[in-house]
């Protein structure tokens, strides 16, 4: 067996199953989500939008095949400047522009796992430093399983916990988690009313991450409940009490930037 058809197993996801890279390509087990999801991986591939990997088809096995995005996974949120986070919202911002003229599948089907507060658009629901990939110049963001129905600004205030981070763990003074809360919306770029708006959902985002937890490990589904045994949903319910602790000092950012 070459190179190019070895299967390396591609590690590090909570619960994508049966993920590997064969050569250029990463293999994903199909889901019923799957075809609506490569609808939309198309579609940015014909509108050229940078910043996704893209949908080349299924293998002999029926498995999704995307482009292997090389680079270096998972940045520490503590590498990421605020240049660097200011290009994370300037990609964002691209994606969900780019998305506003999908038009969905007859009979599409969403892996949507938090209801979020409007659907007027179809989002990733992921956006986190553990999705992205940073190569020469370049940011991808990965793992479009979990893409559906969902808002701008809800997406975006998943990405701002994750990549300020907004998190008492973070070693970040509250000025500076400031700075980079607003680096990030800066770099997306909102109006005046979407920037309060997003101050408003900052909070109830991260607390429907520990929601969606604690539901899920009390049914029994997994990698829910192995997340919880390991304190995921105190993690994020102790996140979503300093986010709301501080709400003054996120408006303040929002409200001053441009």
């Not at 997406?155 to 008492?168: E, K, M, R």
């Given at each position: 067996?070459?190179?190019s058809?070895?299967e390396?197993?591609?590690?590090g996801?909570?619960?994508?199953?049966?993920?590997?890279?064969?050569?250029?390509?990463v293999r994903?087990?199909?889901?019923?989500?799957t075809e609506?999801?490569?609808a939309?991986l198309?579609h940015?591939?014909?509108?050229?939008?940078?910043?996704?990997?893209?949908?080349?088809?299924?293998?002999?096995?029926?498995?999704?095949?995307?482009?292997?995005?090389?680079?270096s996974?998972n940045?520490?949120?503590?590498?990421?400047?605020?240049e660097?986070?200011?290009?994370v919202?300037?990609l964002?911002?691209?994606?969900?522009?780019?998305a506003?003229?999908?038009?969905?599948?007859?009979?599409?089907?969403w892996?949507v796992?938090i209801?979020?507060?409007?659907s007027t658009?179809?989002?990733?629901?992921?956006?986190?430093?553990?999705?992205?990939?940073?190569?020469?110049?370049t940011?991808?963001f990965?793992d479009w399983?979990?893409?559906g129905?969902?808002?701008?600004?809800w997406?975006?205030a998943?990405a701002?916990?994750?990549f300020?981070?907004?998190?008492?763990?973070a070693?970040l003074?509250?000025?500076?988690?400031?700075?980079r809360l607003?680096?990030?919306?800066?770099?997306?770029?909102?109006?005046?009313?979407?920037?309060a708006r997003?101050?408003?959902?900052?909070?109830?985002?991260?607390r429907s991450?520990?929601?969606l937890l604690?539901?899920s490990?009390r049914?029994?589904?997994e990698p829910?409940?192995?997340?919880v045994?390991?304190g995921?949903?105190t993690?994020w319910?102790?996140?979503?009490?300093?986010?709301?602790?501080?709400d003054?000092t996120w408006?303040?950012?929002?409200?001053?930037?441009r």
């Amino acid at each position: 067996m070459d190179d190019s058809s070895r299967e390396e197993p591609l590690l590090g996801g909570n619960s994508a199953t049966s993920v590997v890279r064969v050569g250029a390509t990463v293999r994903r087990v199909a889901q019923p989500s799957t075809e609506s999801v490569n609808a939309l991986l198309t579609h940015f591939a014909r509108v050229g939008v940078p910043g996704v990997p893209r949908f080349l088809g299924y293998d002999e096995r029926g498995r999704q095949i995307l482009t292997y995005v090389a680079g270096s996974a998972n940045p520490d949120p503590s590498d990421l400047g605020p240049e660097d986070l200011a290009r994370v919202g300037q990609l964002i911002r691209s994606l969900h522009d780019a998305a506003d003229s999908f038009v969905e599948p007859e009979g599409a089907r969403w892996n949507v796992l938090i209801t979020p507060d409007e659907s007027t658009l179809i989002c990733h629901h992921d956006l986190a430093p553990w999705n992205l990939v940073r190569g020469a110049g370049t940011m991808t963001f990965i793992d479009w399983d979990g893409a559906g129905p969902g808002s701008r600004l809800w997406d975006l205030a998943y990405a701002a916990h994750g990549f300020v981070p907004l998190s008492p763990r973070a070693e970040l003074t509250l000025d500076e988690a400031a700075r980079r809360l607003r680096a990030l919306v800066e770099g997306y770029g909102l109006s005046r009313a979407e920037r309060a708006r997003l101050a408003t959902l900052l909070g109830p985002r991260v607390r429907s991450m520990s929601e969606l937890l604690r539901a899920s490990a009390r049914e029994g589904r997994e990698p829910w409940v192995t997340l919880v045994r390991a304190g995921h949903d105190t993690m994020w319910l102790d996140d979503f009490h300093f986010v709301t602790d501080h709400d003054a000092t996120w408006r303040a950012a929002l409200d001053s930037a441009r």
